[in-house]
């Protein structure tokens, strides 16, 4: 499920009690859904090389490694998306001065 | 499954329309699992698809299962701990 069609349900919805369990339900599910994801990235990429008998220790933290640089990746590239907007602005901005 | 949580009187049900989606999102989860996994240990322990699936493939897929779902659970363990840690800086 979308977030904007979780909102509009939401707001749709009169019930106040229905409205927020959809709210709590969404948040859970982009969890998941991110979860699913990062499993199956840093499995497949990173990590895990032959399934042995146990997960090794350094088996373990690369997948906690893997999870920690993915987030950070996300929050560079929205910081620096946002950085270059603002030049980009302040470009425009004193182009027409 | 009955009409969608109403009740004779035309009334929806609150609860039973939560318990229903709560239903509907666990086979949700499960299926993308079930999927993911599929992919993940086909492509780990099926070199070349033989004439059935072998003893050592069945092993290891078997075991490619299991260490997916312990993937599965660190993975969700570290991304929980890493939102409590960016919660705690705001």
């Not at chain 1, 990062?38 to 997960?55: A, R, S, V």
Request: charged share 25%; aromatic share 6%; net charge neutral.
């Amino acid at each position: 499920m979308s977030m904007d069609s979780a909102q509009n349900l939401g707001t749709a919805t009169a019930d106040p009690q229905l409205q927020h369990f959809i709210e709590v339900e969404t948040q859970k599910q982009r969890f998941q859904l991110l979860v699913h994801q990062m499993t199956e990235l840093c499995w497949q990429e990173k990590c895990m090389d032959k399934p042995g008998p146990k997960l090794d220790s350094r088996t373990e933290a690369c997948f906690v490694n893997c999870v920690e640089r993915f987030i950070d990746t996300s929050q560079f590239i929205l910081n620096r998306l946002e950085q270059t907007q603002k030049s980009k602005i302040a470009f425009s901005e004193s182009m027409s001065d | 499954m009955d009409g969608f949580g109403s009740d004779f009187s035309g009334k929806v049900d609150t609860g039973s329309i939560m318990e229903q989606v709560k239903v509907q999102i666990a086979v949700a989860n499960a299926q993308e699992l079930l999927q993911r996994m599929t992919d993940k240990c086909f492509r780990k322990c099926i070199g070349k698809p033989g004439g059935s699936l072998d003893n050592s493939e069945q092993k290891c897929i078997a075991m490619c299962m299991d260490r997916y779902m312990d993937a599965w659970n660190t993975v969700s363990r570290a991304y929980n701990s890493r939102l409590q840690k960016e919660r705690a800086k705001m």
